[in-house]
């Protein structure tokens, strides 16, 4: 049985194989434009590449992550439309791709789990209006599956404020990073280790029957 990470090469998905490594589990993670060094099997994957998206087929998943996205930082009236294109082909497009993929394949083992890494922007909203809409739609997603695909698979959501030492926050200036600390009502934020920690636990048996739920793990910020 193996983990299969969507987005690999990004700073959640990355920290999520080096833990994963140290519970010796198998691991098939997908990158773009980084490679790396890890124990995983790494695959590339364009998820812009309708070709590369319907070929990949990894066999005998028990969890499946996607921990990919892409965020524009603008908002309607600003995007070109390959930038819209873009964000929901990435972020949501793909994803629904792969899943009716792996489903009419049984490349899941049974039961499986799936795991959406989403953000506070699916419930909040966002300045950024198609990163959120992209984001959203990971909600509508799981809540399907938790309907209609239980018991063989299970799905959540975790919707994370800002991710503390995240690609997203060391491009931020001090004073953002510290306007975001101090609206946070537990003022901490979650960082990269603890998401990932957090995001392998939900396989435990412990939570057996979480199925269709979304964890705001922000702080009590919003949600």
Do not use: W
């Not at 899943?99 to 300045?127: D, K, R």
């Amino acid at each position: 049985m193996s983990i299969c990470i969507i987005g690999g090469s990004s700073s959640v998905g990355y920290e999520l194989i080096r833990q994963a490594e140290k519970l010796q589990e198998t691991i098939i993670a997908t990158y773009y434009r980084k490679h790396f060094d890890t124990q995983a099997e790494l695959v590339h994957l364009n998820l812009l590449n309708t070709n590369q998206v319907h070929a990949f087929q990894p066999k005998d998943v028990h969890h499946l992550i996607f921990a990919q996205g892409i965020l524009p930082g603008e908002t309607l009236g600003e995007y070109e439309h390959k930038t819209i294109e873009e964000t929901i082909a990435i972020n949501l497009t793909s994803t629904l791709t792969i899943l009716n993929n792996l489903i009419i394949n049984q490349c899941f083992v049974n039961p499986a789990l799936i795991t959406f890494v989403s953000s506070i922007a699916a419930v909040q909203g966002s300045y950024d209006t198609a990163y959120a809409t992209s984001k959203s739609g990971h909600i509508g997603c799981a809540m399907s599956i938790a309907k209609h695909h239980a018991p063989r698979l299970r799905a959540n959501v975790i919707c994370p404020g800002l991710i503390k030492d995240s690609g997203m926050y060391n491009s931020m200036s001090i004073d953002d990073q510290i306007r975001h600390l101090e609206h946070t009502p537990t003022k901490q934020l979650t960082t990269v280790q603890h998401l990932a920690e957090i995001i392998l636990k939900l396989d435990n048996e412990c939570f057996s029957n979480l199925n269709g739920a979304v964890i705001n793990l922000n702080g009590g910020r919003f949600g």
